[in-house]
């Protein structure tokens, strides 16, 4: 580690000690933005300004807490309701009437959806509603697309031969099993995002074993035209719960499942990172007769009952309705992609804005064979300008056109600094430490 390391990457080092991986979840680590260097711990949030152990002040233009503070962070309508929940008894022997009222909105924003089951993270709500579904189908088997958390169910994909997985690409790398039980491997079988094809020839193999079809309805592009419906027409032919995934999409185009903008309607949706703003809260909203199933197996939890969750859903729900939030994280998120558009026409390096059919989760590339190490100098030049930045921004209620004005004014230096370094073939050499991470490694 570097001599004069922050406050921050000496607790880091410590934790690695005591944590394994250091923290507990892989895109906070700070291997993943800059190693040996990133701030890696906050003393304070507030809006889209975090302030490091050593009192350094940022403007936050990554995900943004891993893209659940929707509305900034320390946000004062949820904070003053998660206080008034704190005051009132966050818990107790009685159930609290805020899960009833979540449940009723969430429904009433979802119309087709009568009940709603909760917990509050973005993984166990996943593996909640595959057990509902299993439970309801009858069946074991599950189809998914993208990523869906931690879980047995959903890691039991990459439990398949190297071969099927480095000829289809199809699974997130580096994520390893171990400890995940063999037996069940053959449960859950992938396709890829807007490939109906692929489902349809999972079908023809596995017949009509497959019990839930899961996928996020958008990610980044838009979905193709026949492929959401597509999921609805197979799943309901061959008897499967078909399960959207709005743990990331949810709340970003507009106040709900992205689903909902597409017109197609799924048996189970899931929610968590932006329904709470920043506080645990995850939901599963079904049709009643999937539901119901949730009765004939064992879904409970006693931290499932625990009132900020709910009463933080309400506020951020609340909010986000009468602000019309999603038209500003759009207009945030096209503003940053046409500065990256910008810069990189002015400084000759060769980068362009993705995403844009989804902007409040903006990104940017780098056409180059060395993109990682591009995107981890990036990383470092803006630190040394006051930003937290990777390239990946996750528009929120809280950044104004002054924190971009402010991004704007330094971007285009960082990004000629960039290409200079690309042309030079400097760029590794120019970095204080290693190549940021792209996915799940081992750390020592
Ligand atoms: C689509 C999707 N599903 C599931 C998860 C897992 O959520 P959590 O990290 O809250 O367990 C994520 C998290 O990134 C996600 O994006």
């Given at each position: 580690m570097n001599q004069k390391a922050n406050r921050g990457q000496q607790l880091y080092e410590k934790a690695k000690g005591l944590i394994p991986g250091g923290t507990q979840l892989l895109s906070k680590r700070p291997e993943m933005f800059l190693?040996?260097?990133?701030?890696?711990?906050?003393e304070r949030a507030k809006g889209c300004h975090v302030w490091d152990l050593d009192g350094r002040e940022y403007i936050d233009v990554t995900h943004n807490g891993v893209g659940s503070c929707i509305l900034g962070y320390a946000d004062p309508d949820v904070n003053a309701a998660v206080k008034a929940a704190v005051d009132a008894?966050?818990?107790?022997?009685l159930n609290c009437p805020d899960e009833v009222e979540l449940a009723e909105l969430l429904c009433e924003l979802h119309p087709w959806a009568d009940m709603t089951r909760f917990t509050r993270t973005g993984g166990e709500s996943v593996a909640v509603a595959i057990r509902i579904a299993r439970a309801a189908s009858g069946k074991s088997k599950v189809a998914f697309a993208g990523y869906h958390g931690w879980s047995d169910w959903y890691l039991a994909?990459?439990?398949?031969?190297p071969d099927i997985l480095g000829k289809k690409g199809l699974l997130l790398s580096g994520l390893n099993p171990a400890g995940?039980?063999?037996?069940?491997?053959?449960?859950a079988l992938a396709f890829r995002h807007n490939h109906v094809e692929e489902l349809e020839e999972l079908v023809r193999k596995e017949g009509s074993d497959i019990g839930v079809i899961v996928c996020?309805?958008?990610?980044?592009?838009?979905?193709?035209?026949?492929f959401l419906s597509g999921l609805r027409r197979i799943a309901s032919e061959i008897g499967a719960v078909l399960i959207f995934?709005?743990?990331?999409?949810?709340?970003?185009?507009?106040?709900?499942?992205?689903?909902m903008v597409y017109g197609v309607e799924p048996d189970v949706a899931v929610f968590s990172k932006a329904l709470g703003n920043g506080y645990p809260i995850g939901a599963v909203i079904g049709r009643r007769d999937i539901m119901n199933?949730?009765?004939d197996t064992f879904i409970s939890s006693t931290?499932?009952?625990?009132?900020v969750g709910f009463a933080a859903a309400l506020a951020m729900i609340k909010k986000y309705r009468k602000e019309n939030v999603h038209e500003h994280l759009s207009e945030m998120g096209l503003r940053m992609q046409k500065i990256w558009n910008a810069a990189a026409e002015a400084s000759g390096l060769k980068a362009h804005a993705g995403h844009p059919d989804m902007p409040p989760l903006a990104h940017v590339g780098f056409d180059y064979p060395n993109a990682r190490a591009v995107q981890t100098l990036l990383c470092q030049l803006m630190l040394e300008r006051g930003f937290l930045d990777n390239g990946a921004f996750y528009a929120?209620?809280?950044?104004s056109h002054d924190d971009l004005n402010a991004y704007e004014a330094v971007v285009t230096e960082v990004f000629r600094e960039l290409a200079d370094a690309c042309a030079e073939e400097s760029v590794e050499k120019r970095l204080h430490g290693p190549v940021g991470h792209s996915g799940f490694q081992r750390l020592t």
């Open positions: 190693p040996d260097h990133w701030p890696s711990y906050y008894g966050n818990m107790s022997t994909a990459n439990l398949a031969k995940v039980p063999q037996e069940l491997e053959g449960t996020e309805p958008q990610r980044h592009e838009k979905p193709a035209p026949d995934d709005e743990i990331s999409s949810g709340f970003r185009l507009n106040c709900g499942g992205v689903h199933a949730a009765q931290y499932w009952t625990e009132r929120t209620y809280a950044h």
